[in-house]
């Protein structure tokens, strides 16, 4: 049993490693929290709180780093969890919202842009 995904993200990893048998018994009203949300495809609302967001932008390394990073998710990233903790009226903290990259820099650097904003929240000047 899963007691934290939506049904809907449950399904993939269910079919692929579980033989099926993935449960999805989290708390509906929690889950449901945000199919309304007004950043998702129209496709999705109402049905499935993900958002698949492709970005054109060009992948860069620093020197000190092989790891790459992208300005422009980065940036798109930071604007979802704005909305999201706008929509929710503060309701969910940063702690709670979950952000997947493949790079090591661009978690650094999405990191960073979330502290500079929760800093920006506290200081009302964003």
């Known amino acids: ?8 993200i449950l399904e993939l990893p269910s079919s692929m490693f579980y033989n099926n048998e993935l449960e999805a018994a989290a708390n509906e009203v929690l889950v449901n ?7 998702l495809p129209a496709k999705a609302k109402g049905k499935f709180p993900v958002i698949f967001h492709g970005v054109v932008g ?3 390394r620093e020197d000190r780093s092989p790891s790459f990073f992208n300005k422009e998710e980065i940036s ?11 929509y929710t009226g ?3 903290t940063g702690k709670e919202i979950g952000v997947i990259s493949p ?19 506290r200081n009302n000047t964003y």
């Open 76 to 86: 798109i990233v930071v604007e979802y969890v704005k909305q999201v903790i706008q």
């Open 1 to 8: 049993k899963n007691f934290r995904s939506h049904p809907k």
């Open 58 to 60: 060009k992948d860069l």
């Open 103 to 121: 790079y090591r820099r661009q978690v650094e650097k999405i990191r960073n842009q979330l502290c500079n904003l929760a800093v920006s929240e």
């Open 90 to 92: 503060s309701k969910i």
């Open 33 to 39: 929290s945000h199919v309304n949300f007004p950043g």
